[in-house]
């Protein structure tokens, strides 16, 4: 028996079903929250309320498990999204550890580590593992992925050092990674590349984002060194239109990779990056980037393509399953 840990702590996982791999609650830059938010376009109650109901509608579909991926960077707040859980007991929600930028360390870890100002081990690396095997703050909640971004601006020196701090509490701790890409730039490549040589399980990686991409040479390509890819933000039709994101996973179903690749839809009840416009800006820019957008309309498109109903399952189901065991 394998377990994982989540919101409400360890469960078999045989127990996570269909699962959702990349999802949010909750995006907000907490600071800004927080001296802009208040009192203007950010209502705590009101928002609780409104991810309860989307949560609710969610786990009706079928959806058993919401993988969320929001770290530093993102606005991860652990209590905030343990009241939203507490009111959809239906649905397991497992979060993780890591820091996600495009360019610079946060100034709180640039002065501390190896040949630094302060120069010592990088605190990073045990700051995620105190998150995966003790705790998140003083929640109680214990992290069961990392997560770290190379986007178009590739490795730059803050993003290598958190991708080599992200691979190093993966060795030691054996916790499964997801890594934020840019697939027009190429840099799931990069990511596996360096993952690979600080001695990563590409087997427990997720290539997040694979999916803006449709050049099936690339996406083999990452595959092949056993890495999974996150088929992940259906919806999002401004970076690949649906049609084409289900026309890529049949062709890839076609070829044998069913059991490299994960559903989801990058969503989240409320994203700051619009302010408090968050709702219409959605609806008008990206109307079907919602959490029940894969199973209201691209489960039976994958069928017309030819995918079948035991290839779903094992991209909806069993390929989470084997990541977190």
């Known amino acids: 028996m394998s377990m994982v840990e989540t919101l409400r702590g360890p469960v078999d996982v045989g127990e996570l079903g269909q699962t959702l791999m990349h999802e949010h609650v909750f995006v907000t830059a907490t600071e800004h929250l927080e001296n802009y938010g208040r009192g203007a376009w950010w209502d705590e109650e009101q928002r609780v309320a409104d991810a309860v109901t989307k949560l609710r509608a969610v786990a009706a579909k079928g959806v058993r498990t919401i993988v969320d991926p929001t770290v530093w960077g993102l ?14 007991p239906g649905l397991n929600f497992i979060v993780a550890t890591g820091i996600y930028v495009f360019e610079e360390l946060p100034h709180t870890y640039a002065f501390r580590g190896p040949g630094l100002i302060i120069d010592r081990p990088d605190p990073m690396i ?78 427990k ?50 070829r044998g990779y069913a059991d490299r690749m994960v559903l989801s839809h990058d969503a989240a009840c409320f994203m700051d990056y619009f302010g408090g416009d968050w709702e219409e800006t959605r609806s008008t820019l990206a109307p079907n980037w919602r959490y029940d957008h894969i199973h209201d309309d691209v489960l039976a498109a994958l069928l017309d393509s030819g995918v079948t109903d035991g290839q779903i399952e ?12």
């Open 75 to 88: 606005g991860r707040h652990i209590p905030r999204i343990l009241r939203v859980s507490e009111q959809v």
């Open 126 to 203: 045990d700051d995620f593992v105190r998150d995966l095997t003790e705790g998140i703050a003083d929640t109680g909640v214990k992290a069961a992925f990392l997560k770290c971004a190379v986007d178009a601006q590739g490795l730059t020196p803050g993003v290598e050092r958190i991708c080599r701090s992200v691979a190093q509490a993966h060795v030691r701790t054996g916790a499964p990674i997801t890594v934020h890409t840019n697939s027009t730039e190429r840099t799931g490549l990069l990511a596996l590349d360096l993952f690979a040589k600080e001695g990563v399980d590409l087997s």
């Open 205 to 254: 990686v997720v290539v997040g984002h694979a999916g803006d991409s449709n050049d099936l040479d690339y996406l083999m390509r990452l595959a092949d060194t056993g890495a999974i890819l996150g088929m992940d933000r259906f919806g999002l039709d401004v970076y690949n239109p649906t049609a084409q994101r289900v026309a890529t996973i049949a062709a890839l179903c076609g």
């Open 314 to 325: 094992q991209m909806l189901v069993f390929n989470p399953k084997r990541y977190f065991s």
